[in-house]
């Protein structure tokens, strides 16, 4: 089994990569006591699928998904949410358009009273 602790993950080969998420659905299979047959049926896969994605082989994107989901792991993909940053230059050019109080248009008139028809 592949020890996942203490992975270099850009020096990994894409094939030892497979086999650590393999292992990492072994182990928290295991941590749960959890049958591969049991975690098989909760992901809504067979347990052949589940036997060799734990051994690394055959792995796909949405079986995994599926598998994190049944192993109530699904959170641990907010890695891949993306963030948007502002930049203090973006910052500043907000908070300078801030309005600080209400004005009056070019006519003279409140922006903030309609005009009546009466």
Do not use: C, Y
Request: no cysteine; proline share 3%.
């Amino acid at each position: 089994m592949t020890d996942i602790s203490n992975i270099n993950w850009t020096a990994a080969s894409d094939t030892s990569i497979l086999e650590a998420l393999g292992a990492f659905i072994r182990h928290n299979r295991l941590q749960q006591n959890k049958t591969q047959e049991q975690l098989a049926r909760e992901a809504g896969i067979v347990r052949s699928t589940l036997s060799l994605f734990e051994r690394g082989e055959n792995i796909s994107l949405i079986v995994f998904i599926q598998l994190l989901r049944a192993l109530k792991l699904l959170p641990r993909l907010q890695e891949f949410q993306i963030r948007q940053q502002i930049s203090p230059l973006q910052l500043a050019v907000m908070e300078r358009s801030k309005r600080s109080r209400a004005g009056k248009t070019k006519t003279g008139k409140s922006v903030l009273k309609p005009e009546s028809d009466w």
